[in-house]
Each structure stands twice: as C-alpha cells, then as structure tokens.
C-alpha cells in the first residue's frame, strides 16, 4: 500500500528537480550537438549507439550521485523518522526512491536516444533492419547502465555517512559497476542485448537488497 | 510503561535499567541534561530503535514487536523536525495521512481541522522550508495529530521558539491534553515543563533519578524553608527576628522586604506565627508574609548537579 504512494510522492519531488530539468533538456541536446561531433570523425559504431552510452554514462552518473547524496542528506537530517513511525516498511523507502529517479532518467534518455534514431535514420537512410537492431542494443545498454548506477547510489547512499564520501563512491565506484552492462556488446557476444539486460537487472537487484537489507538494520 | 529499559552505543551505556509509567490523560515532563538519554527514551517508545534490554509497553502492546499496533496510536515530532526539502505543508501533511492509513478524503477533512487548531490554516500550500521555526515546528505537531493518536511523544517541542511560539505551544499541549491525549515530551526549559507538565520525570547519566508532580518535588526539597515578609511600616528592629525559634539566617532584600531563611527542622506554620508576633510586638506592621517554595530548577539541579543545567 504504501510503495505507491511513496513513488507518487518521489516522482512528484524528482521531476521538478534542477537536476532532472537538465536531463529532461539536457541529455537530447546533447545527442544533436554529438552529431556534429561525429560527422568530423570515422564512425566505427552507429550513431545511435554512441548517443545510448554517453546518455547513459551522463544520466547514470547523475542519477546516482542524486540518489546517493538525497538518501545521505535525508538520512543526516532524520527526515525519514517520520516515515518510520508510521506503518511503512523500509524497504519501501528506498525502492520508491530508486524507481522515482530512473523512471526519470528513463523518459529523459528515450528522448534522447530517439533524437539519435531519427539523426542516424537521416544521415545513414539504413535500412530498417540495422536502424531497429542498433535501437534495441542501445536502449538495453542504456536502460542497464542507468539501472546499476541508480542502484548504486542507492546502496552508497544508505551506506555512506557523509555526502563527500558518498559522491567519491558513486564517482568511481558506481561508473565501473554500471559499466558492466556494457561487456557482452563489447565482446560482441551473440544475443548481447539480452545479456546486457539480463545482467543489469541482476547486478541493480543483488545491490537493492543489500542497500534494503542495511536500511533495515540502521537504527535512526 | 518502561520497565528495566538499556540502551547500549558500543561502549556507553546510553540508558540504565530506566523504569517508567506513564498514566492515561496526563502530561509527563521528562528533563535531564545532554546526553542524559533523553531522545534516546522516546526513539525507544515510538520504534526508531529496537535494539535494547527491558520491556516497553504502549498502550498494552510490546515494542519493538508490535510497532505497528502502537504505530496506530502514537504521533512523535522529533527534535529538529525535517521534512524534504520540495514539500508544501498540504502535500507533506496528505503524505503522511495517506502513510497513517486514512483516506484521500479522510486525511484532506483531518488536515483542514488541525491547520485550523494549530492556527497554520494560512500556509498550508506554501513550501515548509519558507516557513520560520516556530511554524516549521507547529507542521511536525500536525504531522503527529492528523491520525487522532492517544499519545503524544514530543522531544523538545519548545526548543527554539521565541517566547510568543512557546507560549502558543504550551497553550496547544494543555488543550490537546484536556481532549484526553497523553503527553509525554522533553525540554530544557524547566520553566516550560513546570508550566505544563502533570508528572515530570528527571533522567541523569541514563538513570531516572526521580518521577513526581512538582509540588511532591517541592515538598521533597527544603519546601517552605524561606519566608518572604514585606512590611508596610518598618519600625527598624527587624534584626530581632534573628532570636526567633527556627530562622536559620536574615537578609533584608529591599527597604521593607526580608527573606528568612527556616532551619531545616523548623515547623513552618509556628514559626511564621512567631515571626508576626515579634513583628507586631516591636511595633511594625506588615503588609504579607509568604511562604516560599523550591522552584524547579532548584530541585533539578539539586538532582542533576550544578553545572549540568541545560
């Protein structure tokens, strides 16, 4: 009951953020601005692809560092005692908030990522088949990157006793993590939108339960 | 009902066999110095912490086991209420209804009444954070009403505000009080708690050191050993009430006013007897005389230590 609530009430603080305006306008100007950028060098991936992992680079960082220092300075300053007086499990608490921020970046990198189509489309006047290829790949990459990275910051966030150590975290730890995703279209692997996908969901999941599991235990 | 409760903080034992009842209707003061373990008792009533030795029971249920039965009757307003940052009072207040278990509907009715109880009924689509701090904390009490709880832990409710806020405040406890809530709440004001509590309990080094009502405080703690005499014609032999059976010592505060300090064994009522007639027979005549008792600072600190005022 209360997890839907509490993600109504998060969405409701998060997409009006300063941090979320520059992603909602940031992250698809910046897909047109890379396109200039690429037209200059010797393309060896696609566009479109490109556009997912700077999106989900970018977005994925941002979304964490947010997370991780909101949870931190929420936690410092007792905000959740009220919430914890009340019959709200914990675990709701941040799983409303790890929802929040990516549903956001989410809408944020679809935009940007379809401006990325529609310019690869354009220039490139591929064929339908490569166009929707590349698209899947990028969205998976981009949807698990930013999965990993929000959990993440989530998990350093309700571990972390100060904002600086937690922004150091995400910084360095957080982007190799979230980068994880990314190997099997590296590697070229077979079916790597699957892998990509499959691994993002597992690695955010294992970092969710544990930030919940420390949550759980935190005494306020 | 706390009973034999301890907390530990690794090596500092936070809180020492603390035993305490509450009674149904009252308002119990619980004073001590910092670090005395004071937010550390009321983190313990209402859930926040759950790890530590004894029983606490409220309302007949066991914390921490049954939380969400007491969750139910309990409204808690911390020390340094927070709320996050991009909450307008109204949106804050419908979050924490809808999280308490009322209705859409239910929580807009119970928001609209206790805005308007606590005098905020003008504010309630602004941002909490532009609000002052005697409003931001009167937004934490409405936090802790909206579900109609049966008791109230405040910590330090008084911190903070200017004199007309306190005075509001202590105004709102004594009405919520009349309405039957019990109220269990911390302060470092001492004058504050004399003017509101019931019952007050004094914690030091994480040990309940005394629980009464103040005047049981009072009569405890040299209660009556001073006398105030104020005359209206002084005929200059007020020195002779030294040779008086039971006055300890003499000290003249003001042209016609006198404090006479009792010995400790001395009965009071034939003592200011004596000192009316030693006044009466020297020829002066007196305009009162007025027994004086301990206040509660007096008692605190004669509980707590000098030096460890908070």
């Known amino acids: 009951m209360s997890l839907p609530l509490l993600l109504k009430d998060e969405l409701r603080g998060f997409y009006r953020s300063k941090v979320m305006i520059f992603l909602w306008v940031g992250l698809p100007l910046m897909a047109v601005l890379f396109q200039f950028w690429s037209a200059s060098t010797q393309q060896v991936f696609s566009f479109t692809l490109l556009s997912a992992v700077l999106v989900s680079s970018i977005g994925g960082t941002l979304a964490s560092v947010m997370l991780a220092v909101s949870i931190i300075n929420e936690k410092n300053r007792h905000v959740y005692e009220l919430f914890l007086i009340r019959p709200v499990k914990r675990w709701n608490l941040i799983a409303a908030k790890f929802f929040a921020v990516y549903i956001c970046i989410a809408v944020a990198s679809f935009l940007a990522i379809a401006m990325g189509i529609g310019t690869d489309y354009l220039a490139r006047g591929g064929a339908s088949g490569t166009v929707l290829k590349d698209t899947l790949q990028s969205v998976s990459i981009s949807m698990s990157m930013m999965a990993v990275s929000s959990a993440a910051g989530v998990l350093i966030g309700v571990a972390s006793p100060s904002v600086l150590v937690g922004a150091i975290l995400v910084i360095y730890g957080g982007n190799q993590i979230s980068a994880i995703p990314m190997i099997p279209t590296i590697l070229n692997v077979g079916n790597a939108s699957l892998f990509t996908m499959s691994s993002g969901i597992l690695i955010s999941t294992v970092l969710l339960i544990?930030?919940?599991?420390?949550?759980?235990?935190?005494?306020? | 009902?706390?009973?034999?409760v301890s907390k530990r903080y690794g090596s500092l034992l936070a809180l020492d066999h603390v035993s305490l009842e509450v009674e149904e209707g009252e308002i119990f003061g619980y004073i001590g110095p910092n670090g005395a373990g004071k937010t550390t008792t009321m983190k313990i009533m209402v859930g926040l912490l759950s790890s530590f030795e004894g029983d606490v029971r409220i309302g007949g249920f066991r914390m921490p086991e049954q939380r969400s039965e007491v969750h139910g009757m309990l409204g808690y307003l911390p020390q340094n209420v927070a709320f996050q940052e991009w909450r307008t009072v109204d949106h804050a207040l419908m979050t924490f209804g809808r999280l308490s278990g009322l209705s859409e509907d239910e929580a807009e009715q119970r928001i609209g009444e206790v805005l308007s109880v606590l005098g905020l009924s003008d504010v309630r689509g602004k941002k909490i954070v532009e609000l002052s701090g005697g409003m931001i904390q009167k937004v934490g009490l409405a936090q802790?009403?909206?579900h109609g709880p049966k008791l109230l832990v405040l910590d330090e409710p008084l911190a903070g505000l200017d004199p007309a806020s306190?005075?509001?405040?202590?105004?709102?406890?004594?009405?919520?009080?009349?309405?039957?809530?019990?109220i269990f709440f911390s302060s470092h004001i001492l004058s504050d708690v004399g003017d509101v509590a019931t019952r007050i309990g004094i914690l030091n080094s994480g040990q309940v050191v005394s629980v009464g009502t103040l005047e049981e405080f009072?009569?405890?703690?040299?209660?009556?050993?001073?006398?105030?005499?104020?005359l209206s014609h002084d005929a200059g032999r007020w020195q002779s009430l030294k040779s008086?059976?039971?006055?300890?010592d003499l000290e003249q505060r003001a042209p016609n006013k006198f404090l006479v300090q009792l010995e400790s064994q001395a009965n009071m009522d034939e003592t200011i007897d004596s000192l009316i007639r030693r006044?009466?027979?020297t020829g002066s005549r007196i305009r009162s005389v007025t027994p004086l008792s301990s206040s509660?600072?007096?008692?605190?600190?004669?509980?707590?230590?000098e030096g460890e005022k908070a």
Do not use: P
């Open chain 1, 210 to 220: 544990l930030a919940a599991l420390i949550f759980n235990k935190k005494q306020f």
């Open chain 2, 1 to 4: 009902m706390l009973d034999k």
């Open chain 2, 144 to 146: 802790a009403l909206l």
């Open chain 2, 166 to 182: 306190r005075y509001q405040f202590k105004q709102i406890i004594k009405r919520l009080a009349g309405d039957g809530i019990t």
């Open chain 2, 218 to 230: 009072r009569s405890r703690f040299s209660a009556g050993s001073y006398v105030e005499i104020v």
């Open chain 2, 244 to 248: 008086v059976k039971g006055v300890k």
């Open chain 2, 279 to 281: 006044l009466l027979e």
């Open chain 2, 296 to 305: 509660l600072d007096e008692v605190y600190l004669k509980y707590v230590g």
